[in-house]
């Protein structure tokens, strides 16, 4: 880059200097969320950092992202040839890899429709709404009776761990049409390491960028690769079962209509873009690996701040009890009815900001931002945690509090303060399962709080603090939870 000459009129990056060969590795620490923050406030919202050879542009502040992601979307639209993301999927993710933009747009363009007829689609039983829902109200319900279970047995439970095979169930249902028992080895396992995927892929792995450290022995790595088959073998297990029972006049789920897709593809000679079959049904690797990690984790978050808040879960409840009554499930359509419940998960994820930045991106051409020359094929980091914690638009960003999201008189949501929060992304990557997240997150959490409350250990402290990563967790913990009255399960 030193080299690149600068066109006139535009500045040079600001940025710390570099050491050689590491950069800025050593002042980028373990909790780069924090570090590249506090960086922000010294260079501002536009600066560059080294990451071992490679310079990395750090993006912070509403304008300036907004910027980048809409108004200049198509150039920093890219993903940077990164080495972890040669893993992933066996090198062939949409969300990951570096396909040319055609294939990328084509594959997401096909992610979205199908993502969005599986969810909607009618579902089973006519109590539901639609298929999510039915999926939803059901894992929340069997996740309840294992929680009373597992009390039952052990005194208390660690929330992520069940959690996380609810929501696996979810997906799995929408694109491969089957759910797993709790007691399912090769599920459970594989979903529960899910935070060793989050810490490799997260923004700023030195490995990603420095080439010699590829070659040292490092544990981290060699268990990001052998999740990583092991996660494409159960992948493949499940697309090679809908191959076998295929039948074009029943597409059952997800799968199949990719599997259809490629079919329909083949009598379409004028298509101008080609897409592998293997990258069309491949999507699905997609769907389930962002699926599951990134809704469990904020649920996981959300029953810990319940814990944590004591006075918030008891107003929760309240609103649940005087808008839902304790007579029936609670469902899609009660959000716009449980107006605290919807200001909490705003409020968890803009605190937690559990994805504290995006997937990185890449510029795709020459571009400049704020005066400052980007080069093409320049790595770019989007710091949402900086945009949700920023002074600028939070009143003491610190402290977690629901009310920032109601109106003055505290009985509706305020969706323009709502609109602020940063995190599924903006412009031409922004998540394809936005609608998704967002009611799966409302109707489990809806479903527990109703019959649930959630207690610590006594005596013990929980540690909010988050282990960094692609999606930042809690710290494991043992939790205990109790029935609502009301809700008493037989035996218990
Ligand atoms: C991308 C957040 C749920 C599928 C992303 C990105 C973020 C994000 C921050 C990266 C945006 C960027 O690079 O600029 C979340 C959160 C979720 C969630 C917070 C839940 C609370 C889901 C679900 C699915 C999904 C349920 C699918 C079923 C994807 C895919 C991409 C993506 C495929 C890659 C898009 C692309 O590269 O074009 N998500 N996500 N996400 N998400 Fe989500």
């Known amino acids: 880059l030193m080299r690149t000459k600068i066109p006139e009129g535009l500045q040079k990056l600001p940025g710390p200097k570099p050491l050689p060969i590491i950069g800025n590795v050593l002042e980028v620490g373990n909790n780069p969320h924090l570090s590249l923050t506090a960086m922000s406030k010294f260079y501002g919202p536009v600066f560059q950092i080294q990451?071992?050879?490679?310079?990395?542009?750090?993006?912070?502040?509403?304008?300036?992202?907004?910027?980048?992601?809409?108004?200049?979307?198509?150039?920093?639209?890219?993903?940077?040839?990164?080495?972890?993301?040669?893993?992933?999927?066996?090198?062939?993710?949409?969300?990951?890899?570096?396909?040319q933009v055609g294939v990328w747009r084509a594959r997401r363009k096909l992610a979205l429709s199908a993502l969005r007829t599986f969810s909607t689609v009618q579902a089973k039983s006519s109590e539901y709404s639609c298929a999510l829902e039915e999926h939803i109200s059901k894992e929340g319900l069997y996740l309840i009776e294992r929680l009373h279970s597992v009390m039952k047995a052990d005194g208390s439970f660690d929330p992520f761990r069940h959690i996380v095979v609810s929501v696996a169930n979810v997906i799995c249902g929408i694109c491969f049409g089957q759910r797993y028992s709790h007691d399912d080895d090769e599920l459970v396992s594989l979903v529960n390491l899910s935070d060793e995927f989050g810490k490799i892929v997260g923004s700023g792995n030195p490995a990603d960028f420095i080439p010699f450290l590829r070659i040292l022995p490092s544990t981290m790595m060699k268990k990001f690769v052998a999740i990583n088959a092991r996660f494409s073998k159960l992948m493949k297990k499940m697309v090679n079962d809908h191959y076998d029972t295929f039948n074009k006049d029943n597409i059952r789920d997800i799968t199949d209509s990719l599997i259809n897709h490629c079919e329909d593809r083949k009598l379409d000679e004028n298509s101008n873009v080609q897409v592998s079959d293997e990258k069309i049904v491949g999507i699905v690797n997609d769907l389930f690996g962002a699926g599951f990690d990134t809704i469990s984790t904020a649920l996981s978050w959300g029953v810990v701040y319940l814990v944590a808040y004591p006075e918030i879960q008891e107003r929760l409840q309240r609103e649940l009890r005087e808008k839902i009554g304790m007579d029936r499930t609670p469902r899609l359509s009660d959000r716009t009815d449980l107006p605290l419940l919807e200001a909490f998960i705003l409020e968890i994820f803009r605190h937690s900001s559990f994805l504290p930045f995006t997937i990185p991106h890449c510029t795709s051409k020459d571009t400049s931002l704020n005066g400052y020359f980007i080069p093409k094929d320049t790595c770019v980091f989007v710091n949402q945690w900086q945009?949700?914690?920023?002074?600028?638009?939070?009143?003491?960003?610190?402290?977690?509090?629901?009310?920032?999201?109601?109106?003055?008189d505290g009985t509706e949501l305020n969706k323009i303060e709502g609109e602020k929060v940063l995190v599924f992304g903006l412009g031409k990557r922004r998540c394809i399962g936005e609608s998704i997240g967002r009611a799966e997150v409302f109707l489990f959490m809806a479903i527990l709080l109703q019959r649930l409350k959630f207690s610590g250990m006594p005596g013990e402290m929980l540690d909010m603090t988050p282990e960094y990563g692609l999606t930042m967790k809690h710290k494991r913990c043992m939790l205990r939870v109790t029935p609502q009255p009301g809700f008493e399960l037989p035996g218990t």
């Open 51 to 99: 990451i071992g050879m490679r310079p990395v542009v750090v993006l912070s502040g509403n304008d300036v992202i907004r910027q980048a992601l809409l108004k200049q979307g198509e150039e920093f639209a890219g993903r940077p040839d990164l080495h972890s993301s040669k893993f992933i999927s066996d090198g062939k993710s949409l969300a990951f890899s570096t396909d």
């Open 387 to 408: 945009i949700n914690h920023d002074p600028e638009l939070w009143k003491d960003p610190s402290s977690f509090n629901l009310d920032r999201f109601l109106t003055a």
